[in-house]
């Protein structure tokens, strides 16, 4: 019986966060790395870039797709495991979300 | 328990709603996948769930997690029918502190930092092969460490850093959230303008006949070519091993895009020279050693293909072949619907 709860709790949790996802991407800006970096002069994210490409970029791609408000979160995380300093993690958030 | 650690979960999400609504929105992600693997004619299948949390509370703290849900389906023989069987395991759940550039405070349960494997790779939407080489179960204590855990750069510039992790792990018996008594280390140089570095590690386990383990770690990846590089060497009381991974993402020819451009092939070798006979130490009982030619394709939407086939040669046991077929999907979305500014 706990399992089948767990089972459902995950289920639930999942479908709840698809559709909001879902919902979210409505008004979503689709702000890759790539795009952002035409977007801003070049000497405001050559710095940015070349961190996500040194630090993060060694183990995975980067998002195809990535909102400002998620950015936050994305690099927190990736400054624990990357083990970035904070000038690095202002320069990586700058570049993903200007 | 499982229900407890959830309700923990839920309620972190709850207050850094509070907090801050808009910049620190907490975001899920992780991988989704589907596996198969054939060795000596025995079939194994998972479907896998990896789901990822992260949720910044501030400027300073964060706490992530991350699971690992997946039902096994072994078949009982070349021929025989399947069996399956359920597993649900809490991968890590921590809160960090970050300090200052130099210092991170983790508490609560962490992916025990020995060499690179077990940290990075383990990821089903990173590693390029689906099997953990013979290596990754040196140091690592289970993989899981119940404790505290300092990390950070000692020393960073445009030229090189210095980084650490260092950590104590208590013993845990409570289910799902188990973990052995010891303590250890990992110390890296990192070289930004060529991508290279070489870390070293050491593990005491404090439990049981106490001992020692220790690695070096190699990674490389070049700007100049989409080459991985990648390798660990591990020794333990029963034993040492090695792993050497190369992968070499085709995007040179004709762009990153083109339906060549999204084909990597991979190869590893890794072999283990068995010493002493541990009981459960999650190594091969003799000497072994298996080469593995591996093809990635990466599809648009973070969806990748993975094949692969290797060879496994076990002294005084029969070669096997191993097929693995698999499909992973990486997702990312912040956990409740908001505005996008």
């Known amino acids: 019986m706990k399992r089948l709860s767990f089972i459902f709790l995950c289920c639930f949790t999942f479908l709840f966060c698809t559709l909001a996802a879902a919902q979210q991407k409505q008004n979503k800006p689709q702000t890759g790395p790539s795009t952002n970096a035409q977007a801003l002069p070049p000497s405001r994210t050559a710095e940015g870039e070349k961190l996500f490409r040194a630090n993060c970029g060694r183990c995975h791609n980067p998002p195809e797709s990535l909102s400002p408000r998620e950015v936050r979160a994305v690099v927190r995380h990736m400054r624990v495991r990357a083990v970035l300093t904070d000038e690095q993690e202002r320069a990586i958030v700058k570049f993903l979300a200007p | ?341």
């Open chain 2, 1 to 341: 328990m499982v229900c407890r650690v959830l309700s923990v979960c839920v309620w972190c999400l709850f207050v850094s709603c509070l907090v801050n609504a808009q910049e620190n929105v907490p975001i899920i992600s992780g991988g989704a996948g589907f596996f198969s693997s054939t060795q000596g004619g025995t079939n194994f299948l998972q479907p896998v769930l990896a789901p990822v949390l992260a949720v910044p509370l501030g400027d300073r703290w964060l706490i992530e997690s991350r699971a690992d849900l997946r039902e096994f389906y072994f078949q009982q023989g070349p021929s025989g029918s399947y069996s399956n069987q359920g597993f649900a395991t809490l991968e890590y759940l921590q809160l960090d502190y970050n300090a200052n550039s130099h210092l991170t405070i983790s508490l609560g349960r962490f992916l025990t930092p020995f060499n690179i494997y077990n940290e990075r790779i383990t990821p089903i939407w990173i590693s390029k092969l689906q099997d953990a080489p013979y290596a990754a179960s040196i140091g690592t204590g289970q993989g899981y460490s119940d404790g505290l855990m300092l990390r950070g750069a000692l020393v960073s510039t445009h030229d090189y850093a210095i980084n650490y992790e260092a950590y104590f792990s208590t013993l845990s018996t409570v289910n799902k959230l188990t973990s052995e008594r010891g303590a250890g280390y990992r110390l890296s140089v990192f070289i930004p303008k060529t991508r290279l570095e070489i870390g070293t590690s050491y593990r005491k386990t404090l439990q049981g006949t106490r001992s020692n383990s220790e690695g070096v770690d190699l990674t490389w990846e070049p700007y100049q070519a989409p080459l991985q590089l990648r390798g660990e060497w591990a020794h333990t009381d029963g034993g040492f091993a090695y792993w050497i991974q190369g992968s070499y993402r085709l995007s040179q020819f004709k762009g990153e895009n083109s339906a060549i451009g999204r084909l990597e092939p991979v190869f590893r070798m890794q072999q283990f020279f068995r010493s002493t006979a541990v009981p459960n130490d999650g190594l091969p009982a003799t000497n072994a050693q298996q080469p593995t030619f591996g093809l990635n394709y990466y599809f648009p939407h973070e969806v990748r293909l993975n094949a692969s086939y290797g060879r496994q040669f076990l002294a005084q046991t029969t070669d096997t072949n191993v097929w693995d077929f698999g499909i992973t999907w990486r997702f990312l979305f912040p956990a409740w619907p908001g505005s996008s500014r």
